[in-house]
């Protein structure tokens, strides 16, 4: 069993940082798809950034390119989403998640239902 727990969202300017956290507990092995997603108010949810919990490759949607980095600190069991450059249609609530196997990170991007294991979410908003 896994356990993702998530902090570090808030409230922030456009333009402005933010660094989520997900700590994550339980078994997980290099293989495990890890990942953060979004769901805006109204919005279906969607990847944002995926990474292979023993590995260095790393996918991100289009709109975040550039602005968001997707990292992991295995000494901490814990995955991080550094948010730079934020803009109001970054507001969302972000959740991480973790799969015990994907096709590839580009896949499980686009397939967050495929998830077996969910952190509560935290909240980011972004004001103009």
Same mark, same amino acid.
């Given at each position: 069993?896994v356990?993702l727990?998530e902090s =570090?969202?808030?409230?922030v300017q456009?333009?402005? /940082?933010l660094?989520l956290?997900?700590?994550?507990?339980g078994s997980?092995s290099?293989?495990?798809c890890?990942?953060?997603?979004?769901? =805006?108010q109204?919005k &279906?949810? &969607?990847?944002?950034?995926? $990474?292979y919990?023993?590995g260095?490759?790393? $996918?991100y949607?289009e709109?975040?390119?550039?602005?968001?980095? $997707?990292?992991?600190?295995?000494?901490?069991?814990?995955?991080?989403?550094?948010?730079?450059?934020?803009?109001? &249609?970054?507001s969302?609530?972000?959740s991480?998640?973790?799969a015990k196997?994907c096709?590839t990170? =580009?896949?499980?991007?686009?397939?967050?239902q495929e998830?077996?294991?969910?952190?509560?979410?935290?909240?980011?908003? $972004?004001s /103009?």
């Amino acid at each position: 069993q896994v356990q993702l727990v998530e902090s =570090g969202g808030g409230s922030v300017q456009a333009g402005g /940082s933010l660094r989520l956290s997900c700590v994550a507990s339980g078994s997980i092995s290099r293989s495990t798809c890890m990942g953060w997603f979004r769901q =805006g108010q109204g919005k &279906e949810r &969607e990847g944002v950034a995926t $990474v292979y919990a023993g590995g260095s490759s790393t $996918v991100y949607t289009e709109s975040v390119k550039g602005r968001f980095t $997707v990292s992991r600190d295995n000494s901490k069991n814990t995955l991080y989403l550094q948010m730079n450059s934020l803009k109001p &249609e970054d507001s969302a609530m972000y959740s991480c998640a973790a799969a015990k196997s994907c096709a590839t990170l =580009g896949w499980f991007l686009r397939h967050p239902q495929e998830s077996d294991y969910w952190g509560q979410g935290t909240q980011v908003t $972004v004001s /103009s």
